[in-house]
C-alpha cells in the first residue's frame, strides 16, 4: 500500500466506508501488519480520518466474523485460531482433527498424479523408476493455510484415486472406498523446521515464524503403501500425548521413540 491508510477510503465509492474499512483492516491482518495487537478505535479514526460510528461499524463486523475481540472497557485484539491438536502415538487423520476442532477442512490440490520419485521410492521399497501416485494438497482450518501434505504410494495402489475431489475429504475414507485397504501401522518423525520460502508464501507465513515438519511411513500388513511430507503452521497445531506409571515412553538422541520402559 502507497500513503496514508485515509487514502484508501475512497469516499465516491458506492462501497459503504465502514465496509471499505474492514476490507482493508483484514488486508493488513493478512499481511501481519498488527501482530498480535490492534489499534482500539480513536487510533482508526484518526488513522483513516473516518467517523468513530464507521469504525464501531468495522469492528462490529470484524467481531462478528471472529477475527477481533473486542471486551468492554477492554482493546480490541486479534482473536487466536482455534488450535488444532493430534495425537502422538496413534493413528490420526488430519482432517478429522481439523473438522473436530469446530472448522471446515478444505484443500487446494496442487497435484494429483501418476509420477516416479526417487526418494519416495525408496521409502516405499520400490526402485527408482517404478511410477508413483502423487497427491500435493494445501489443506485450509477455515480457509486459513493449515498445512503442505504431499503423499507418495505406489502407482499399482492409488491409481483408482486419480479421479478423487480431494477437495473436502479424508485421503484414508478414499482409500478404503476405493481400494479397500486401511493402515494398520507404521513410523512417523516429527521435527521443528524453518520452511523454506515456497512453503512460507503457500502457508501464509513469515520468515520469523517455525513449523512441523512430519514424515510418516504408513503401512497395510508390514508392508509400506504411504509415504508422506507434511509441513505444518505450528501456532495452529500441536502434539498431546497421554501418559502414565505404567506405561511410559522416552524418545531417543534422533527424536524417534524407544521401547517402553
Known amino acids: 500500500m502507497t500513503g496514508s491508510p485515509s487514502e484508501t477510503m475512497d469516499r465516491k465509492s458506492p462501497e459503504p466506508l465502514w465496509s471499505q474499512l474492514q476490507r482493508d483492516l483484514l488486508r493488513r491482518l493478512e499481511a501481519g501488519e498488527f501482530g498480535g495487537w490492534f489499534p482500539g478505535e480513536m487510533f482508526l479514526v484518526g488513522e483513516y480520518k473516518v467517523s468513530r460510528n464507521t469504525v464501531r461499524e468495522a469492528l462490529r463486523r470484524?467481531?462478528?466474523?471472529?477475527?477481533?475481540?473486542?471486551?468492554?472497557?477492554?482493546?480490541?485484539?486479534?482473536?487466536?485460531?482455534?488450535?488444532?491438536?493430534?495425537?502422538?502415538?496413534?493413528?490420526?487423520?488430519?482432517?478429522?482433527?481439523?473438522?473436530?476442532?469446530?472448522l471446515e477442512q478444505r484443500s487446494v490440490i496442487r497435484a494429483l498424479e501418476i509420477r516416479a520419485d526417487a526418494e519416495a521410492a525408496a521409502h516405499l521399497a520400490k526402485t527408482t523408476n517404478e511410477p508413483l501416485f502423487y497427491l500435493e494438497r494445501l489443506r485450509l482450518a477455515d480457509g486459513t493455510p493449515l498445512a503442505l501434505d504431499r503423499v507418495w504410494m505406489p502407482a499399482t495402489i492409488g491409481a483408482p484415486l486419480l479421479k478423487v475431489d480431494f477437495s473436502h475429504t479424508a485421503l484414508y475414507d478414499e482409500l478404503a472406498k476405493h481400494v479397500d485397504i486401511s493402515l494398520t501401522g507404521g513410523r512417523e518423525t516429527i521435527r521443528a523446521v524453518v520452511p523454506d520460502r515456497a512453503d512460507r508464501e503457500a502457508l501464509a507465513m513469515s520468515s520469523r515464524h517455525a513449523a512441523?515438519?512430519?514424515?510418516?511411513?504408513?503401512?497395510?500388513?508390514?508392508?509400506?503403501?504411504?509415504?508422506?511430507?507434511?509441513?505444518?503452521?505450528?501456532?495452529?497445531?500441536?502434539?498431546v500425548t497421554e501418559f502414565?506409571?505404567?506405561?511410559?515412553?522416552?524418545?531417543?538422541?534422533?527424536?524417534h521413540q524407544a521401547a517402553s520402559s
Do not use: N
Not at 509400506?224 to 495452529?236: C, F, G, I, K
Not at 502414565?244 to 527424536?255: I, L, P, T, V
Open 62 to 102: 470484524l467481531r462478528a466474523d471472529g477475527v477481533v475481540v473486542a471486551e468492554r472497557g477492554r482493546r480490541p485484539r486479534v482473536a487466536t485460531p482455534p488450535e488444532i491438536q493430534q495425537p502422538v502415538g496413534a493413528l490420526y487423520s488430519l482432517f478429522a482433527s481439523v473438522e473436530d476442532s469446530g
Open 212 to 239: 512441523f515438519s512430519i514424515e510418516r511411513l504408513g503401512c497395510y500388513d508390514d508392508q509400506p503403501v504411504e509415504w508422506r511430507h507434511t509441513v505444518l503452521r505450528a501456532d495452529r497445531f500441536s502434539m
Open 244 to 255: 502414565s506409571h505404567r506405561d511410559s515412553f522416552r524418545f531417543a538422541a534422533d527424536g
